[in-house]
């Protein structure tokens, strides 16, 4: 099977369409084979009128309660939307388009940097003002054409990568566990990730699921539930500024205090640690 690389992928798009593209994995699922980072850096706006004056703390706050805070802000307060135009402290406008599955955000894709007809540069700094002006304008007609190709860009990458998990998959593995690892995937982030539900899912009794996991996988339901909860969660502890009670609840933690337990019992370090500790060999624009 062919391997498919996403980052080329979206620099292809980036080239065509001349724009910039971030990817924000809202609930830390995106892996590639081996478990490695299939669009390392794509949550940061790289745009280098976005990265001015993000170095500050300040100037990194801002930029996280826009690209961040508002953004689930909108989509989360309308669950039929898709879709919007987003302008920043600098004055920058992005689409923004949200990836959804079963009602559940997956991925938030931006599109930019642009500016709006007719506007002004809100930083004094004359280097500030010279990327500004050299930033496109975004017409009504290019923020529709830049939504449909985001859209098909998100769901696109989802499946690849899909496509490229279950390729990783050791073809000796039987039916059932395949099944098992599938049902995990596929709804670790819920909290009715149970094996309950996973019994319906089978046909079988919970007993008899409980058995089947441990013969196939050699680990107890909840243990392979929680494995994969936190790999998720570390990478968003890395990819983005969201609360810890946040991540919780995107990775299908009851509560934040159990997320922690779990967290500082499987990797020997609180998730405060453990992002302070990555962040640090991170450079930082």
Avoid at 127 to 145: H, I
Wanted: glycine share 6%; aromatic share 8%.
């Amino acid at each position: 099977m062919k391997t498919f690389d996403c980052e080329k992928l979206l620099r292809d798009h980036e080239k065509a369409f001349g724009i910039r593209i971030t990817v924000h994995d809202e609930l830390g699922q995106l892996r590639g084979r081996n478990d490695r980072n299939p669009l390392p850096g794509r949550h940061l706006h790289m745009h280098p009128y976005c990265r001015y004056l993000r170095n500050g703390r300040e100037g990194e706050l801002l930029c996280t309660q826009n690209c961040v805070g508002r953004i689930n802000q909108i989509f989360d307060s309308d669950p039929e939307r898709s879709e919007c135009r987003l302008c920043c402290w600098k004055g920058i406008c992005e689409i923004a388009v949200t990836i959804r599955m079963d009602g559940v955000r997956m991925l938030t894709l931006f599109a930019g940097a642009f500016r709006e007809a007719g506007a002004r540069c809100p930083l004094p700094a004359e280097k500030a003002r010279e990327l500004y002006g050299a930033l496109p304008v975004l017409t009504a007609e290019k923020e529709e054409e830049l939504s449909r190709v985001l859209y098909a860009l998100g769901v696109s990458l989802l499946a690849l990568l899909e496509r490229e998990l279950e390729a990783e998959v050791p073809a000796r593995l039987s039916a059932r566990r395949r099944r098992i690892e599938y049902f995990i995937r596929r709804n670790a982030h819920r909290s009715n990730c149970t094996l309950k539900e996973l019994a319906k899912e089978l046909c079988l009794s919970v007993s008899r699921s409980g058995h089947m996991v441990r013969e196939e996988c050699g680990e107890n339901f909840q243990v392979l539930v929680n494995r994969e909860r936190i790999q998720r969660a570390k990478r968003l502890l890395l990819t983005s500024d969201l609360l810890l009670d946040q991540i919780a609840e995107r990775t299908g933690f009851k509560s934040g205090s159990y997320f922690c337990r779990v967290f500082r019992q499987k990797e020997g370090l609180s998730p405060g640690q453990y992002r302070t500790e990555s962040w640090s060999h991170i450079p930082r624009y």
